[in-house]
């Protein structure tokens, strides 16, 4: 007998063949029968205890301590100089800088989205306010009586700093039964605030703007860009997979290790299946080059996968602007004629709004309580005329950034800092394009395609023309045939790429295991063991 | 190599391949499982008991 697992083997089959042949007819044999058992299970569960023991130490002597990779501190400074990026952003306003345009999608679609707490939107416009200086009266809010009504109760509340008042809560219920729209008319107030306090936020933006460079010792926009696209090449670099990553995927039962074995028919045909020319698994100048390839690789399909994902928005984008190319310089006149509109209406509404709380007309004192609720009844429907002016002003905000964007060479690059760079107008478009009604699915598609926008190591999507026919696919087929990686059209199917991207990683992880302290094997092996601790932790 | 000193068995389980050491463990933990299931109850007791 060799060993322990030989010896185990045998007198396993032993005890087998001797449990079989005891008999169990009378009560005394029964007796013996359950007495040779228990025997056999004292000692069995000694080794069992004995060989976990074993287990267990040897588990631990196979681990290998996490490194920092300094992934965390760099994202930090990313998402640092990420913010220095969107206050100096020269494409949008205060009212982006400030996150107006976020508040205003939230208030727009108070009901469509079945937002829960118009409270918190309030709150966060008040407080929007509050950083720039200006502190917010019941007298700011004049938009409608209505609107007067509600956010003088709302206000008294904030200041008392009660969190949640009946009161305000029972007058917004009146103020429904009768005006529906009043969301929309709070709405419509504070864009007029936004508009009237401009000077304000863009000194207090210009404050920001001033301090960020300062601080992070940059001139300015392009300066920002720069630094920030060498901290997303080095992010590149060292946020890849380590040896302690793969023994956790192994261990949650989220790869199969036993595919990674020398000898695995999977590990083999994955390697052919991504090369051209049968390569010779051996040479290492070979194998280096290929896992560079397969890095790149890697990074060129997730950046095309993130492309195919937003392609609906893009080609709706194509089919919205083809048609304003201009040849030369373009003006759009419709933005000034729509917010001139605007300014006639809303002071005609300022007009009425005083007349129905001063109860005059003029010099004339209204007569009756009829005469007031039709002046009340007038101001609601001119709120609603001016919230729907204000659709069309949005639009033709948007478009007049967009045109002065708006070449036949337009790239999808172009189209990601457009939308990044008003998210009122990201968020519209990923709403309709996607079909989506709820706001946590428009938000989490919007996060996504801040990521891909954000991603100065982007490559293919500045070379991919918005209103030109794009055959990308095929262009990043042929540029890797050049390195001997064989793709196909089918492999780059928005559903299939999800496939490709793991058969990479699968081989990137064997190169990641072969160049680290520990061996296939041992991952197998902390991977058993692991699940041998948990079924007994479980029992 | 294995030592049986007073009727005990001591095993050394350093000189076993990785592998090996999941089939002992394995082999171990289904036969106790298997020793377990075979055990017979005394009916008459359980009755008693009952």
Redesign the interface.
Known sequence: ?N???E???ED?KT??VL?ANMP?RT?TD??K??AA??T??TT??Q??Q???S??AS?LRSFLIPKVDNGVAKLTKEIEELERVRFLLNPTNTYVEKMGFDVLLYEIHHYYELNFKSLDSIVSRFLNKFQVAGINLTASDFTYTVYVNEYMSAYLEMHQKQNKKSEKVDKIFENIYWVNPEIVEQIELNFRKLIKKHRRTFNNYIVKLQHNAKIKHNINNYSDCLAKLKSLYVDLLLINKETISDIVELSKSGLINISNYFEDSKFRNLTYENLTIDPINLKDSNVMNKLYDTLEKLKTTIEEYHSYLTFLPLFNRFQKEYQKSIPSGKVTNTKLKSVESKINVLETKLERLNRQITSGRVGIFKLSNEHAIKQLKMSSITMAKELHELYKTYDQEYFNNQVFSYLTKQMTVTDILHLYYSFDFFKKKVIKEVYALDNYDDITKMSESFDLYAMNLTNVISSGILVFETNETDKIIINKYRFDNINLNEDELQEDEIPVLLEKIKFLLRIHIIETSPITV??I??IT??NK?INENDSN | MIKKEKGKVNFDLSALKLNELIMVYENINSFLKALESKKIIDKTKVNQDE
Do not use: P, R
Request: proline share 0%.
């Open positions: 007998m060993n322990f697992l010896f185990i083997e396993i005890k087998e449990i169990i009560k029964i007796k029968y359950n058992l228990d056999m299970i069995y569960s080794y069992h004995g060989v976990k074993y287990l040897k094997e041992k197998w092996f058993q063991v041998i």
